[in-house]
Structures are given as structure tokens and as C-alpha cells.
Antibody, heavy 127, light 113 residues
Framework: QLQLQESGPGLVKPSETLSLTCTVSGGSISSTSYDWGWIRQPPGKGLEWIGSVHFSGTTRYNASLKSRVTISVDRSRNRFSLKLSSVTAADTAVYYC???????????????????WGQGTLVTVSS | DIVMTQSPDSLAVSLGERATINCKSSQSVLYRSNNKNYLAWYQQKPGQPPKLLFFWASTRESGVPDRFSGSGSGTDFTLTISSLQAEDVAVYYCQQYYTTPITFGQGTRLEIK
């Protein structure tokens, strides 16, 4: 059964860079033609898509965060990573990684649902 | 961006009664070339990640009880729980995957009355 696990510092200082890794187990990150995702959820609030990465390294980002986000993939370690620069308190959130759903190629429009999700990791931005 | 708006924000329903959650998109998520609605529903229980319930608006994910149903097309969608169970207490989210960026509704909190 495929599982995802986020890891990284739980506390980041304002203006610094948040760095998280999502390790995939029980399956290969190269097993899907679709893009693995990062999603975040501020405490008590809703979900925001950050961006997605294909195992080839191709990325897509939410324009609202694009200038600060870098997502990369490490196929040899079966994981993908998120970096968010110049963080502020507004970036405090639970960060989730997730696997893309399986969409028949004929139906593909560029985006996807996500299943399953990792358990999430809380990152607090504070000095 | 496609804005997803859910209603109500919160809902209290008696055990065994029907619960209905609505999701409206600011533009159609129906792709007429394949007649598919690019909409998913998730359930999120406290302290847990979202769990996929439906994709294509009405295709139930494996393992989801059949008291849950998804319906709608175009811009208006509904998640229905036919007979509320205690374990259904959660926040429910809709999500469009019709276009970038992926966007979610603000969530609907479902409680027991």
C-alpha cells in the first residue's frame, strides 16, 4: 500500500526558507504519469494547492506562490521536495504531499485529484 | 482562477437523517468533449489528512460507504449522506481539477445535532 511521509523542520524563522521532503513508500514515484502534489492548510482553515511535480522534474506552481516556490524530485530516493522562500507568519500551515489520481489519458486536462495524502507536517513560522 | 464556494459553512444533522452539502464553481468544470465533470470531494476528520470520497463528481472511491453520493454537473454539485452516522462527523471539501490552479472550496463542517 502506497504511503507518503512529509519530513522537515517544524519551526522556521521569518524571511528564511521552508524545506520539506515527501518520501514515498510502497510504490515508485515513477509509477504514475501524473504529477505529485504539495498542498497546505493553515490552522483551522481550508486547503491551498502549492504545486505539483512529475517524476521527470517538470513542475507546475500556484501563481500566488510561484515566485517563492521550488518543487523538485529525486527519483533515486523515491521522494520529492518543497522549498518556500522568504516565509512569513502567513505561511504557517500543515503541509501535505499527495499522489495524483489515475486519469485516462483521453480525459487528461493537466490537473488531478489527490489520493492518498501524507499525514501532514505542521510548519510554524516564528522568530 | 476558478472559485469554489460551498454551502453551508457548517451543518448539524441528527443521526440517521440526510445531510446535503453544496459546492458551486465560478465557471463550469464540465468538459463537453468527454462529458466529465472535473470535480472531487474529500472528507477530513480532525487531525487527519483529507480522504478522497468522489472524483468525476459522482464516482465513488473504493471503500466509501454507499450512503455517500455525489451529484451535479457544470457549476453546481452536491454531496449527500443519506443516513448520517457518528463517524461521518468531519469537514468536507470540494476540489476542481478542470484547470490550473487546482482550487478547493472553503469546507463545510458537519456535526451531529
Amino acid at each position: 500500500q502506497l504511503q507518503l511521509q512529509e519530513s522537515g523542520p517544524g519551526l522556521v524563522k521569518p524571511s528564511e526558507t521552508l524545506s520539506l521532503t515527501c518520501t514515498v513508500s510502497g510504490g515508485s514515484i515513477s509509477s504514475t504519469s501524473y504529477d505529485w502534489g504539495w498542498i497546505r492548510q493553515p490552522p483551522g482553515k481550508g486547503l491551498e494547492w502549492i504545486g505539483s511535480v512529475h517524476f521527470s522534474g517538470t513542475t507546475r506552481y500556484n501563481a500566488s506562490l510561484k515566485s517563492r516556490v521550488t518543487i523538485s524530485v529525486d527519483r533515486s530516493r523515491n521522494r520529492f521536495s518543497l522549498k518556500l522562500s522568504s516565509v512569513t507568519a502567513a505561511d504557517t500551515a500543515v503541509y501535505y504531499c499527495a499522489r495524483p489520481g489515475v486519469i485516462p489519458a483521453a480525459y487528461w486536462r493537466g490537473e488531478n485529484w489527490f489520493d492518498p495524502w501524507g499525514q501532514g507536517t505542521l510548519v510554524t513560522v516564528s522568530s | 482562477d476558478i472559485v469554489m464556494t460551498q454551502s453551508p459553512d457548517s451543518l448539524a444533522v441528527s443521526l440517521g437523517e440526510r445531510a446535503t452539502i453544496n459546492c458551486k464553481s465560478s465557471q463550469s468544470v464540465l468538459y463537453r468533449s468527454n462529458n466529465k465533470n472535473y470535480l472531487a470531494w474529500y472528507q477530513q476528520k480532525p487531525g487527519q489528512p483529507p480522504k478522497l470520497l468522489f472524483f468525476w463528481a459522482s464516482t465513488r472511491e473504493s471503500g466509501v460507504p454507499d450512503r455517500f453520493s455525489g451529484s451535479g454537473s457544470g457549476t453546481d454539485f452536491t454531496l449527500t449522506i443519506s443516513s448520517l452516522q457518528a463517524e461521518d462527523v468531519a469537514v468536507y471539501y470540494c476540489q476542481q481539477y478542470y484547470t490550473t490552479p487546482i482550487t478547493f472550496g472553503q469546507g463545510t463542517r458537519l456535526e451531529i445535532k
